[in-house]
């Protein structure tokens, strides 16, 4: 008589291992999975909040736009009138020179009161950006040769990481201008204010991912206390003795106009770094090579 066989669907040892074996598999994947979720879910919130807080800072400053708008335009009328009747007083007392020089103070103070209306039109308009091919090295030399002519800049040294074949940038060459210029005199400013000589003000572009080029901006002044550099993108706020406080709220405003961004990097007594990013016209990410070029200011 045979000996009976194994019926069908009993599991043998091997069996058993095998089976064991392909279910810790798929629980090992299953978790892996379940890690990545989690992980995806953590970086979705961070982003959206990130989201909600920059659109509720951009609620906050149109409706503060508005009302800047609204006090600059009823300001200006009554300073030019001042204005003007402060040079046709200069204009007639040329015979009375003490006379005359308190009527040139007065129509210096309003040049710089309509100064500040400036700047708070400017911070408060709707910005339409008509971008276009611009390189970076132009916007370079005409916001120090900008900030220059304003009286900044003075024995400081000049140097220029200029790269190979230049960086190109699409932008509103105009807005562009008025970003960079506020990003240099901030700097001119800020070693001014620190004293001494041996300062030097570098300028850097660089691709830096994203389709974007970062424009650096370096200075050797004082620096800013690590606290309040999360607010000096807020309008009105200066870390100065005078000035309106709305410098950089304007390149940040212009840098979002392009889809791009501003970052401060400060040490409080070790200098300032300031990156512009805006778009790149040729879009690409590719490695910077640069060459140093040291321009000497007397």
Excluded at 62 to 73: D, P, Q, R, V
Excluded at 103 to 117: C, P, T
Excluded at 126 to 142: W, Y
């Amino acid at each position: 008589m045979s000996e009976a066989s194994p019926q069908l669907g009993t599991l043998q040892p091997g069996d058993l291992a095998e089976l064991m074996a392909a279910f810790n598999d798929i629980a090992g994947k299953l978790e892996q999975s379940n890690e990545a979720l989690k992980g995806e879910v953590t970086r979705l919130h961070a982003e959206l909040r990130d989201a909600n807080a920059q659109l509720q800072r951009s609620r906050r400053l149109a409706a503060l736009g508005e009302m800047a708008a609204g006090i600059a335009h009823e300001v200006r009328n009554p300073l030019g009138s001042i204005r003007l009747y402060a040079e046709m007083l200069r204009d007639d007392l040329p015979d009375r020179p003490e006379q005359r020089a308190t009527a040139e103070k007065i129509a210096g103070a309003v040049r710089g009161l309509d100064a500040i209306v400036t700047d708070v039109l400017t911070f408060s308009r709707e910005l339409k950006c008509r971008p276009g091919a611009v390189e970076a090295s132009a916007l370079f030399a005409h916001a120090i040769e900008a900030a220059r002519g304003a009286g900044l800049g003075g024995r400081v040294a000049i140097e220029r990481l200029d790269e190979e074949r230049g960086a190109v940038l699409r932008c509103d060459q105009q807005l562009a201008q008025q970003a960079l210029l506020n990003v240099v005199r901030n700097a001119f400013e800020a070693m001014r204010d620190a004293g001494g000589d041996g300062h030097t003000l570098t300028t850097d572009a660089a691709c830096a991912g994203e389709g974007l080029v970062a424009l650096r901006v370096s200075d050797t002044g004082d620096g800013i206390d690590p606290e309040k550099v999360e607010r000096i993108f807020n309008p009105f706020y200066t870390t100065r003795a005078s000035g309106t406080g709305l410098g950089l709220p304007i390149v940040h405003r212009i840098a979002e106009a392009h889809g791009g961004r501003v970052e401060v990097r400060a040490r409080e007594d070790r200098g300032t770094t300031v990156e512009l990013f805006l778009p790149s016209w040729h879009q690409t990410t590719g490695e910077v090579i640069v060459r140093r070029r040291m321009e000497r200011v007397a």
